[in-house]
């Protein structure tokens, strides 16, 4: 079935558009799903797909906006989702959503910054993946901003990729989460850097063992996640990193058992509330780039280990002006690894420090610490 541009299904009782158990449904560019009982767009069922044209919407429905669920396929370029009552864009039990950019206005990858899928102002999540073999492709410059949970979310197994260009703002968690054995894939790149930006919670965080965040992950790489959502696109792998900025808890975080991997150098942390990059618990795993900069952030330290946590930042890494320590390693178990040429300037307490029996930091050549 094919329906015409700018077309609108405004008010039923069910899904605005939907397809089912093998249906093929294509949008034309524009079209609208308005305050709909069940939700916006939804393909519902394997074999089931839905296609949308540029700029279609779903605004104000009483479920989610877009929507692919067991085993359906939902295709949508620069979709917005804005006001629906639970989530944005959702892939549920095995739903597969695909989303992509269009336009440019100069300067990105290829000279151009696209405009991507947008996700304002939902009840539930921007972004929502949940469950074993869910899979939600953002695409490039995707935002979700002032939702009322999450921005970019994966749960229970589920595969979440966000393409260079990804902001999370003003969100009532954290901007971007992996949790219960999720996999997230995050891309970013000097012209194109994904951001987090005063949500209320975190800004990037993994939680849960199992649960994994890996930050432009090379080509090769073979984590669950890329090999669900797609390896990093040429030129990605070694890209400028990302950033998370006045958020209110952390900017980078690994907790109760998860790992966040960031590829690539100058990730950044940047007036936060709490640390800037923290690795808790045991199990726990933070690895940070070449040249990552924790500046201005709150907390015990811009870079953080803890309660038997693992934390390795690379080469030429900065603390700068952090409220608490520069580089911390503190309670049993904790390791802090801290590449050569990293160095803590200008923080309220100590530059490098390890307390707690059996915790450990080790520093490479030439770190230093001091005031500017």
């Known amino acids: ?28 560019a524009g079209c609208v799903a308005r305050q709909n009982a069940k939700g916006g767009v939804a393909a519902q069922l394997k074999g089931a797909r839905v296609t949308c044209a540029d700029a279609c919407g779903a605004v104000g429905n009483e479920l989610s906006g877009f929507v692919a669920v067991d085993g359906g396929v939902l295709v949508a370029k620069r979709p917005v989702a804005a006001t629906n009552k639970l989530h944005g864009f959702v892939a549920l039990r095995g739903g597969d959503v695909r989303l992509s950019a269009s336009g440019s206005s100069g300067g990105g990858i290829g000279g151009g910054v696209p405009a991507g899928a947008r996700a304002e102002r939902n009840g539930g999540s921007g972004f929502y993946a ?19 949970q999450g921005g970019f979310v994966a749960l229970q197994q589920a595969s979440l990729l966000v393409g260079a260009g990804g902001r999370a703002a003003g969100n009532q968690q954290a901007g971007f989460a992996v949790v219960e054995s999720a996999q997230m894939v995050v ?16 800004g990037f965080v993994a939680q849960g063992a199992g649960s994994s965040l890996l930050v432009n992950p090379p080509s090769s790489s073979k984590g669950k996640a890329a090999a669900a959502l797609g390896e990093a696109p040429a030129g990605l792998a070694q890209a400028a990193g990302c950033v998370a900025e006045r958020n209110k808890g952390a900017g ?14 100058e990730a950044e942390a940047d007036s936060n509330a709490l640390e800037g990059f923290v690795s808790r618990d045991k199990g726990s795993k933070l690895v940070v780039g070449p040249q990552a900069r924790a500046t201005r952030n709150g907390g015990h330290a811009g870079f953080y280990a803890e309660r038997g946590a693992r934390l390795e930042v690379g080469v030429a890494g900065e603390a700068t002006g952090n409220a608490g320590r520069g580089f911390g390693a503190v309670g049993a178990g904790s390791k802090l690894t801290a590449g050569a040429g990293c160095m803590a300037v200008d923080n309220s307490a100590e530059g490098f420090v390890v307390e707690g029996l059996g915790a450990k930091l080790q520093a490479g050549e030439a770190c230093r610490c001091g005031v500017a």
């Open 1 to 28: 079935m094919v329906v015409g541009a700018k077309s609108e299904a405004t008010g039923s009782g069910s899904v605005g558009f939907v397809a089912v158990e093998g249906g093929i449904l294509e949008l034309g």
């Open 130 to 148: 949940l469950s074993s073999g869910s899979r939600l492709h953002c695409g490039e410059s995707a935002v979700a901003e002032g939702n009322l």
């Open 252 to 265: 980078w975080c690994a907790l109760d058992g998860a790992e966040v991997v960031i590829q690539g150098a």
């Open 187 to 202: 891309l970013g790149a000097a012209a194109l850097r994904t951001v987090a930006y005063e949500n209320r919670t975190h």
